[in-house]
């Protein structure tokens, strides 16, 4: 084939593709039939099903044009043949370590990433993925952990290194910052929606800071300890019911404090058992009163109900579907869909909640 001629094919080759581009993109969960096929308890027990497994959230691979991607893929790899591209180079935008996340207002998946120093989000209906690495203006993120809905359909975003909480908008742009001075090492972050108190897990200060909407720090609860009300190295934080659940992590241990910060209810003990606790991570609850604590030293998701007592556990280490290698955080959204942030694995693991006591 002459120059010329090559040139002229690559050239419609190229024009094919982007035409391509145009295609819409529709996000789908990763999952093979044998995956989608687990329920927990496990269908050998028969006992009856509480939770299925659904798929995984890794990054840009979930999105997929309607069709399969057919003319997309065939015009990529006779370009690649016609004029010699190579996309072996393109590195591809995906999860690394997931930290936690959340389902917002409109129905995005975001998702904290402490190695890929950004906020993903999953936009299912725009069937695109985009990622926020913006924490202020001339600054970008270090350690993002903790996300919670703040007011104004703000996200707030805690940042372990920078030891700060910041304010995104719902596009991403951010809106301001709080904390500075006041917090060592923020981690998971909560919003009492009534009150419009924040809620920041500083786990270097082994405490919890109390913060208003506007950012003004309001009260510290907890100190170092081992007593009821009292932390150490505290992790993950959510609102559920007028109680906050704090992950207090090296105590093994998740404690419920009222509004007042007075301790009303304790989850788990130390051990070596299913149900027990040994480095809680992650917390959150469904609309039926179920408690979900991530142990991420047994790489295991525990369910307990509202008075703490221990049901049932999910996953187990490793990297198949399903399961884990050392989860950080839990949420759950309006239908009931549990995710986890498997860390090691470079994902998020999303399961249905079937139902029933």
């Known amino acids: 084939m002459s120059r010329a001629r090559r040139l002229?094919?690559?050239?419609?080759?190229?024009?094919?593709?982007?035409?391509?581009?145009?295609?819409?993109?529709?996000?789908?969960?990763?999952?093979?039939?044998q995956e989608t096929a687990q329920v927990f308890p496990p269908a050998e027990t028969q006992e009856i099903p509480r939770y299925r497994y659904l798929g995984q959230l890794v990054g840009e691979h979930n999105f997929r044009p309607a069709d399969g991607g057919a003319r997309r893929n065939a015009a990529r790899q006779f370009l690649a043949w016609v004029a010699g591209l190579d996309d072996g180079a393109d590195q591809p935008v995906v999860l690394q370590r997931p930290q936690t996340g959340l389902v917002d207002e409109l129905g995005r998946i975001v998702v904290t990433d402490v190695s890929r120093n950004a906020v993903f989000v999953f936009d299912e209906s725009a069937g695109r993925l985009d990622v926020w690495d913006e924490a202020a203006r001339g600054q970008r993120f270090v350690a993002p952990v903790g996300i919670a809905l703040g007011r104004d359909r703000e996200l707030l975003v805690t940042d372990a290194e920078l030891g700060r909480v910041f304010r995104l908008g719902p596009d991403g742009r951010p809106r301001g910052e709080f904390g500075a001075g006041e917090l060592q090492r923020p981690t998971g972050v909560a919003r009492d929606p009534k009150t419009g108190r924040v809620f920041v897990a500083d786990a270097r200060a082994h405490d919890i800071k109390v913060f208003d909407d506007d950012g003004r720090l309001l009260q510290t609860w907890g100190r170092r300890g081992e007593e009821p009300g009292e932390l150490n190295f505290p992790t993950h934080v959510t609102f559920v019911n007028g109680t906050l659940m704090v992950a207090d992590t090296m105590n093994a241990r998740v404690q419920g404090f009222d509004r007042?910060?007075?301790?009303?209810?304790?989850l788990g003990q130390r051990g070596r058992y299913v149900g027990n606790l040994v480095r809680p991570k992650g917390v959150?609850?469904?609309?039926?009163?179920?408690?979900?604590?991530?142990?991420?030293?047994?790489?295991?998701?525990l369910v307990f109900d509202r008075e703490g007592r221990f049901l049932l556990s999910l996953g187990?280490?490793?990297?198949?579907?399903?399961?884990f290698f050392l989860p950080a955080g839990v949420w759950v959204d309006?239908?009931?869909?549990?995710?986890?942030?498997?860390?090691?694995?470079?994902?998020?693991a999303v399961f249905q909640f079937l139902g029933g006591n």
Request: charged share 20%; glycine share 12%.
């Open 284 to 301: 959150a609850a469904d609309d039926e009163g179920n408690i979900y604590v991530i142990e991420s030293m047994y790489d295991t998701l």
């Open 334 to 348: 309006g239908r009931n869909r549990v995710f986890v942030a498997d860390m090691f694995n470079g994902r998020v």
């Open 316 to 323: 187990g280490t490793g990297a198949a579907g399903g399961r």
């Open 8 to 33: 002229l094919v690559a050239i419609s080759a190229a024009i094919v593709l982007a035409g391509c581009a145009s295609e819409p993109l529709v996000m789908r969960l990763q999952a093979t039939p």
């Open 260 to 266: 007042e910060g007075r301790p009303v209810l304790r």
